[in-house]
């Protein structure tokens, strides 16, 4: 089984990090679109913007869907 890593979108100036569940019995079925930096110590810090569920089998794929959906977060928050 392969490991998936997180990673920052856009690839060339990283608005936002996406990371992906566990991954114990085969490819991830959650990831988490998040800020960058830690929002500070303050209890309301953002620890993610949206959690996603999916059925992901192809590691290509899964990071084309969660692109965009970053890239609607990013638009959405003015990132």
Do not use: C
């Not at 960058?36 to 869907?65: C, F, M, N």
Request: hydrophobic share 35%; proline share 10%.
């Amino acid at each position: 089984m392969a490991h998936w890593d997180s990673y920052g979108y856009p690839e060339n100036d990283p608005k936002v990090w996406i990371t992906f569940g566990p991954q114990k019995d085969g490819p991830p079925s959650v990831a988490f679109i998040g800020p960058i930096q830690p929002e500070g110590d303050s209890p309301k810090a953002v620890e993610h913007y949206q959690e996603v569920a999916g059925r992901w089998t192809d590691e290509l794929v899964a990071h084309e869907e969660l692109d965009k959906m970053a890239q609607a977060i990013i638009e959405q928050k003015h990132l």
